[in-house]
Antibody, heavy 125, light 108 residues
Framework: QITLKESGPTLVKSTQTLTLTCTFS??????????VGWIRQPPGKALEWLAL???????RYSPSLKSRLTITKDTSKNQVVLTMTYMDPVDTATYYC?????????????????WGQGTLVTVSS | SYVLTQPPSVSVAPRQTARITCGGN??????VHWYQQKSGQAPVLVVY???DRPSGIPERFSGSNSGNTAILTISRVEAGDEADYYC???????????FGGGTKLTVL
């Protein structure tokens, strides 16, 4: 059973860059073919997908936020990092990382089967 | 971009059946996934690929998908099922993930 944990600042100022790290506990052989995504949730609101990186380094971004997002991975550390530039108070949210399971038999699963606990990021003006 | 529409709330009495809908244009041609999110907790996958259940999810949770509506059905509802439920799919036309607006399930 994989576990994921988000880490990063709890408070950032408007216009600053947010850097969040997702660290997951599983041997690298088990990560082959999987993906890690970032999803956020403003207080009292719905989930919003932000970005996803696959283990072959393929990257996908939310069209509405693409210009502000960068997702990278460090396989040796079992970490995925998300950076978001030009933070604004409307970006205040709980940020989750989640695993997209590995590709099997050539079929890519497009759901998230394990989630981190989330980290609340508040953006002050 | 693709839009998923969920009712804001659904109420059901204990031991009855709850049905939570997720509407989208020709959604029946796509794979839909469902998450349960209890207050203050991270989401948990309860149904994937329209109707499959992850290990550990009770058989009371089931899903269907046809036409313009996907449905999450919870049979014999318990107090512990009270939560927000989100549908989700992958929009292949622009290669991104989409979540519905969420439905709050209240057990009366």
């Amino acid at each position: 059973q994989i576990t994921l944990k988000e880490s990063g600042p709890t408070l950032v100022k408007s216009t600053q860059t947010l850097t969040l790290t997702c660290t997951f506990s599983e041997l690298s052989r088990s990560t082959s073919g999987m993906g890690v995504g970032w999803i956020r949730q403003p207080p009292g609101k719905a989930l919003e997908w932000l970005a996803l990186i696959s283990w072959n380094d393929d990257k996908r971004y939310s069209p509405s936020l693409k210009s502000r997002l960068t997702i990278t991975k460090d396989t040796s550390k079992n970490q995925v990092v998300l950076t978001m530039t030009y933070m604004d108070p409307v970006d205040t949210a709980t940020y989750y990382c989640a695993r997209r399971p590995a590709v099997r038999g050539g079929i890519t699963p497009y759901y998230f089967d394990s989630w981190g606990q989330g980290t609340l990021v508040t953006v002050s003006s | 971009s693709y839009v998923l529409t969920q009712p804001p709330s659904v109420s059901v009495a204990p031991r009855q059946t709850a049905r939570i809908t997720c509407g989208g244009n020709n959604i029946g041609s796509k794979s839909v996934h469902w998450y349960q999110q209890k207050s203050g907790q991270a989401p948990v996958l309860v149904v994937y690929d329209d109707s499959d259940r992850p290990s550990g999810i009770p058989e009371r949770f089931s899903g269907s998908n046809s036409g313009n509506t996907a449905i999450l059905t919870i049979s014999r509802v318990e107090a512990g099922d009270e939560a927000d439920y989100y549908c989700q799919l992958w929009d292949s036309s622009i290669d991104h993930w989409v979540f519905g607006g969420g439905t709050k399930l209240t057990v009366l």
